[in-house]
């Protein structure tokens, strides 16, 4: 760890990138104390607390606008970034600042023991991920934000945002095999570290899609003595059909009943994490405050970046990065597709399974053309190998329509041009990006930057 003086915003977010992202290092006792240090600010809101393979992110996001819609003043605090580390903490929609973000780093930073650590001695100081949690409490208690809705990064039981003191409900979103080097190698094993954000005679709320960990949810909610449980499964969303550019529903909950909802988005599989919303309300006991009017407006106005998201006209992102994400993907781009073409650009972490992810794509047989590519990012894979994985999937009358292209914006710009070549011969192939949020994040940058003609 280099220590100086940080001057800028700039040599803020460089100090954070230069920690570890994963470290086991502290313990959530370590970081409470941390917390109570900083005067426990987390103590003076409440706090709905949301864990999860996929669809943590969007389920906080759903939350937090259906909150806003009814007057209610909220924090929001997710990761990762796609385009500017300020996504992570918002206030009332908003991403804070690049002063506010300074600021409330400075606050962090001047609480640590540097004196202690420059000698040697042992004193805390926090990972990336925990400075940037106590970073959002800081700025949520500041704001006097009334809810907050808080993502954990990695896991639950061990995560940093599990060291807050109380919570009115928990939420687990569905579960996958994923970060299977740190949280089990079966999704019951894996539901078991998320289900640890569950607190005793508090409310839990579960994805009920995946039955072995529906399992071991309840297991541990029973364990740790927890409040009501809220299944949201299947059979609570009655009728799902696309509308053009729009995912049109009925939901079934035990206290709107019947409600039909719209949202803003071709991703099929956002209902699932809508629903997960509405059981969160239920459960929080914002009923009274949240009519169905309130809910459906709040849920149509939400837009969350990097999901099935529209960056260029029939260009499409989305952050599928694991094989559960994949087919969730893959369903809603056969939708959209229909008959017409359709082509891809893939990149993928290292650590992840991308063999699985592999399969799924190759057998879909949705591609026309699939362009390999890498992450600028240590972790990314090496877009070599993964085109050589590729091969072993396809059939050999499909092998020509692999490519490789290193960078993100040449692929890009190499399939906007193949694409423009095609007009002539019919409707043009509509273009989809997958594989990580980080390639996301980097297609994102390159097109909000007009680097793409």
Not at 10 to 25: G, H, I, N, V
Not at 105 to 126: N, Q, S, V, W
Not at 391 to 401: A, M, T, W
């Amino acid at each position: 760890m280099i220590f100086k003086e940080i001057k800028s915003f700039e040599e803020a977010e460089q100090y954070l990138y230069d920690m570890p992202r994963f470290t086991s290092k502290h313990t959530i006792k370590e970081t409470r104390k941390f917390l109570e240090e900083m005067g426990s600010p987390d103590l003076s809101m409440k706090i709905i607390h949301v864990a999860g393979t996929n669809g943590k992110g969007s389920t906080c996001a759903y939350l937090d606008s259906v909150l806003r819609e009814a007057g209610i003043h909220t924090g929001l605090f997710t990761s990762p970034h796609l385009v500017d580390v300020c996504e992570r903490i918002k206030v009332d929609g908003k991403d804070i600042s690049h002063e506010e973000f300074f600021e409330a780093f400075m606050e962090i930073y001047d609480r640590i023991d540097f004196d202690t650590l420059k000698k040697g001695g042992d004193a805390y100081h926090p990972t990336f991920f925990e400075y940037l949690f106590f970073m959002a409490m800081y700025v949520f208690k500041k704001a006097g934000v009334e809810w907050c809705i808080l993502e954990t990064g990695l896991g639950g039981l061990l995560d940093a945002t599990n060291s807050i003191k109380t919570k009115e409900a928990a939420v687990i979103t569905r579960i996958d095999l994923d970060h299977t080097e740190y949280l089990g190698n079966t999704k019951a094993e894996i539901a078991v570290q998320k289900a640890g954000i569950i607190a005793p005679g508090k409310p839990v709320v579960y994805s009920d899609y995946v039955p072995e960990a529906s399992e071991a949810i309840l297991k541990e909610a029973k364990r740790l003595k927890s409040g009501d449980c809220y299944a949201a499964g299947p059979s609570q969303i009655k009728v799902l059909t696309n509308l053009p550019e729009k995912v049109d529903f009925s939901l079934l909950d035990g206290y709107y009943k019947y409600v039909s909802l719209c949202l803003d988005t071709i991703a099929k599989y956002q209902a699932e994490n809508a629903l997960l919303a509405v059981k969160a309300i239920e459960a929080a006991h914002l009923t009274e405050r949240i009519t169905p009017s309130i809910l459906r407006d709040g849920l149509y106005k939400c837009h969350w970046a990097g999901r099935m998201e529209e960056v260029l006209p029939d260009v499409f992102v989305d952050g599928a990065h694991n094989p559960d994400g994949i087919r969730a993907f893959l369903d809603t781009a056969k939708q959209q597709a229909g008959a017409g073409k359709a082509w891809l650009i893939f990149g993928v972490v290292g650590d992840k399974d991308h063999l699985s992810m592999i399969r799924e794509i190759a057998d879909s047989g949705l591609f026309e053309k699939i362009v390999i590519t890498s992450l600028h990012s240590a972790r990314g894979a090496d877009p070599k190998k993964i085109a050589r994985e590729f091969e072993e999937q396809l059939r050999k009358d499909e092998e020509n329509i692999l490519s490789v292209s290193a960078d993100p914006e040449d692929a890009l710009d190499m399939m906007l041009k193949e694409r423009k070549k095609t007009a002539a011969d019919g409707p043009a192939p509509r273009i989809y990006i997958a594989g990580s949020l980080y390639l996301v994040g980097e297609i994102k940058d390159i097109c909000e930057n007009n680097r793409i003609e």
